[in-house]
Structure formats: C-alpha cells, structure tokens
C-alpha cells in the first residue's frame, strides 16, 4: 500500500501564503503514472476536493480556492505540492492528499491549516 505523508501546514494571518507538500512512498513505487489531489476536511464537515493534477500536468481547482491555490509535482521526488496564496480564515482545515480519480491509497495525517488573525 502506498504511504503519503503530508507536511507545511501552520498557522497564518489572513492573506498569507504556505506551501503543502505531499510525499508518497511504497518499494519501488513512483506517482508518474498517477492522478494527484489535495482534499481538505474543515470541521463538521465532509472532506472536500481542491485540486487535482494529472500525470500530464493538467490541473483542475475547486471554484473556492481557484486563482489563489496551486497544484504541483516533482515525479523524481515521489512528491506533490501546494502553494496557497492569499488565504482566508475559510480555508482553514486539515490538508490531505492521495491519487485521484479515487482516492484509492490509505489517508494519511493530514496538515493542519490554520487561517486567524
């Protein structure tokens, strides 16, 4: 089974920027060939998608974050990223990722987000 690991989440004013990173592993395992997605799960509520990219580098968004959020990856690193730009106290949730469509792989931690002045 593959293992993702998520990390850069914290805490961050209104308007700031962080930067979420997303490394998957299994033996011999790379994610070329795979769909990737950030989802998000705030409090009280269902998990969410956020955006998706493809093993062509397509890249989708959700209307809410779209403008402000982007999807990247580094095959070579087995590794998936996120940049968010000017947040907003919505946006704060735990971050995950997993391949997509699916998701098929065990969740991982996830990353806590934190928007608040």
């Known amino acids: 089974q593959v293992r993702v690991v998520e990390s850069g989440g914290g805490l961050v004013q209104p308007g700031g920027s962080l930067r979420l990173s997303c490394a998957a592993s299994?033996?011999?395992?790379?994610?070329?060939?795979?769909?990737m997605g950030w989802y998000r799960q705030a409090p009280g509520l269902q998990r969410e998608l956020v955006a998706t990219?493809?093993?062509?580098?397509?890249?989708t968004y959700a209307d809410s974050v779209k403008g402000r959020f982007t999807i990247s990856r580094d095959n070579a690193k087995n590794t998936v990223h996120l940049q968010m730009n000017s947040l907003k106290t919505e946006d704060t949730a735990v971050y995950y990722c997993?391949?997509?469509?699916?998701?098929?792989?065990?969740w991982g931690q996830g990353t806590q987000v934190t928007v608040s002045s």
């Open positions: 990219i493809t093993s062509f580098r397509g890249t």
């Open positions: 997993n391949n997509y469509p699916g998701p098929a792989w065990d």
């Open positions: 299994r033996s011999g395992f790379n994610i070329y060939a795979y769909g």
